[in-house]
């Protein structure tokens, strides 16, 4: 499984697609390139029945071109990784990195297709696909791509947003949150409801990775000595308190706290050991003020009471 974050914020944890689930994909995918290309072969034998043999025969590679190459290079392209046999099945097409893919890497594997799938009625593919650990054909293979379920059904605990420790709570009241993006929000709590699922190395990048486009976009940077998981538990916490706030009015209703999970909310599998909270230094003890006054009204209140007053 390969767990990584998008910029669109997809999923964070991208689980390679299988060979029947893409194959069924592609099937999709050629059913519809192969009706469009009949559809408009038929126009074009209407439009060019007055042309020679060899007009004809450049008038067809061309339209081959165009509709079973071109066109699903196009479509991958527009749609980021989404053809209509892989929306159908759940799947898209992403960089390694998890980003969406650009117009090279949809022509170096439409180019590939060609080969791996028309030519060799995706004998080619299938193979590198069953050789390759993640699935991949040789068009992800050389474009650096990798084609991922989207469709992921959901953890038991996967909605629990764990709160951020008490000496942070309160903390970024004074944020303006107003330039962050909602896809970023997104991002954020999807991190922050998988991240006992990640790899540590990887869910501490990605922490760190999110607190620096949320502290990009606040103008305010991740204080010092603060994990970058609990800052975006407590940045998050500040929203959802501002959007209750506008929500019951100006005062905000009253929330109760949040539950303990079962498990430590901030495993070490967030990146680094959580860090305890600051420690308050103790206020030093001042001496004792020496008495003020005349010598003679320190000795005598340095003197023990007695009781007997000496006469004046």
């Known amino acids: 499984m390969s767990e990584l974050v998008t910029g669109e914020a997809v999923a964070l944890e991208l689980r390679p697609a299988k060979l029947p689930s893409r194959g069924l994909a592609v099937l999709l995918d050629l059913a519809a390139a192969v009706t469009v290309y009949i559809l408009v072969t038929l126009g074009l034998v209407a439009a060019t029945a007055s042309l020679d043999e060899a007009a004809r025969t450049a008038v067809t590679i061309a339209t081959f071109l165009l509709v079973l190459v071109g066109g699903p290079i196009l479509v991958e392209t527009l749609t980021h990784g989404r053809s209509l046999g892989k929306l159908a099945c759940g799947l898209r097409v992403v960089r390694d990195d998890g980003g969406p893919i650009r117009f090279r890497h949809a022509l170096v594997r439409g180019l590939l297709g060609v080969i791996e799938i028309l030519m060799t009625f995706g004998v080619v593919a299938c193979v590198a696909s069953l050789v390759s650990a993640r699935g991949r054909r040789l068009g992800d293979v050389f474009a650096g791509t990798l084609v991922v379920r989207e469709r992921i059904p959901a953890a038991g605990q996967g909605a629990f947003v764990p709160p951020p420790p008490p000496w942070l709570a309160g903390r970024f009241s004074g944020l303006d949150l107003s330039a962050v993006p909602d896809g970023l929000w997104l991002a954020v709590r999807q991190y922050l409801t998988r991240m006992r699922q990640l790899d540590?190395?990887?869910?501490?990048?990605?922490?760190?990775?999110?607190?620096?486009?949320?502290?990009?976009?606040?103008?305010?940077?991740?204080?010092?000595?603060?994990?970058?998981?609990?800052?975006?538990a407590a940045v998050l916490q500040e929203r959802q308190t501002r959007e209750a706030q506008r929500t019951f009015g100006g005062g905000g209703a009253p929330t109760a706290p949040a539950p303990a999970p079962s498990a430590a909310p901030y495993p070490a599998g967030v990146g680094q050991p959580v860090l305890p909270p600051p420690a308050v230094p103790a206020a030093p003890v001042s001496p004792a003020a020496p008495p003020v006054g005349p010598p003679a009204s320190r000795e005598a209140a340095e003197r023990p009471s007695t009781g007997f007053a000496p006469p004046a």
């Open 200 to 232: 540590p190395q990887v869910g501490w990048s990605m922490a760190e990775r999110l607190a620096s486009d949320v502290a990009g976009r606040t103008g305010a940077p991740v204080p010092p000595g603060v994990p970058p998981a609990m800052y975006l």
